[in-house]
């Protein structure tokens, strides 16, 4: 049974749900404990690493993406006390997300011979765009992504995204708790592990829509003492299809000292 989700997004980044409106999904669903993981934002109404709010508990957590030079990693940071060093990396990320946007908007619009329905703007990612393109053409979501804005597509720009190192670094000086998300989900997951050996913790419980080799991150656990983490990475409505239970939490909660 799932009673911890850590890892779930709100209208702070590209998810659907509003941070008030989190309790009562998590109610809906069962669970307990929700770490709020935006993309590269911090959730202003959370003034404490960890809240409660209707009978749930709230981590503050963030995910952020870094870049090892070889492949883009996410981390996600639980219990977060936000310093002044992570809020200005957050600041200069948002100024790149906004001016990234830009960029792929204009491209699109060109392209296309349309007007979007979105603007560039602090949490702006591709989802809001492809969900734009859907509103005002003939594509889907996904070919939004397939045809225009995935990587290597003709309207595709880069993010400009912190080093591993000073991803880790922010993240350790702000939070209790810092480890690797969904290791299955990179090109080259045995490399992505590696770098657990500057981190906490890892995500062992993860929403994939396939069969993965489970044993090369309990393997990771075990070499580098780490922390299992896990989570639906919900960004629409409903928590809890992956997650935590009460004992795994508890390991969670003892790293914390929440």
């Not at 404490?48 to 209707?54: E, I, K, L, M």
């Not at 995910?63 to 200069?92: F, H, I, K, N, S």
């Not at 350790?172 to 913790?201: E, Q």
């Not at 393997?219 to 997650?243: C, K, M, N, Q």
Request: proline residues 5%.
């Amino acid at each position: 049974m799932v009673v911890a989700d850590l890892h779930v997004h709100t209208t702070r980044s590209d998810g659907t749900l509003s941070f008030d409106e989190v309790p009562a999904a998590a109610r809906r669903a069962g669970v307990e404990v929700v770490a709020l993981t935006d993309h590269d934002r911090l959730q202003p109404a959370l003034d404490s690493p960890v809240t409660d709010r209707d009978g749930v508990t709230l981590l503050h957590g963030i995910e952020l993406r870094v870049e090892t030079g070889t492949q883009r990693l996410d981390l996600l940071g639980y219990g977060v006390d936000p310093t002044d060093e992570l809020r200005a990396e957050c600041e200069r990320i948002q100024r790149n997300r906004r001016e990234r946007g830009a960029r792929i908007i204009e491209c699109v619009e060109d392209r296309l011979g349309v007007s979007l329905p979105v603007e560039p703007r602090d949490g702006l990612g591709r989802p809001h765009i492809a969900h734009g393109i859907a509103e005002v053409s003939d594509h889907t979501f996904q070919s939004a992504f397939d045809e225009l804005i995935g990587d290597d597509c003709p309207c595709y720009v880069a993010r400009e995204v912190p080093s591993f190192e000073r991803g880790c670094a922010v993240l350790s000086d702000a939070c209790g708790l810092v480890g690797l998300a969904h290791p299955f989900r990179y090109p080259d997951t045995a490399a992505a592990l590696s770098k657990c050996a500057s981190l906490d913790a890892v995500e062992r419980w993860y929403p994939y829509g396939r069969t993965v080799d489970d044993s090369l991150v309990d393997d990771a656990i075990e070499r580098y003492d780490l922390v299992p983490t896990g989570g639906s990475d919900a960004h629409g409505e409903t928590l809890g299809d992956t997650g935590l239970d009460a004992a795994a939490w508890g390991r969670v909660e003892t790293a914390l000292s929440v």
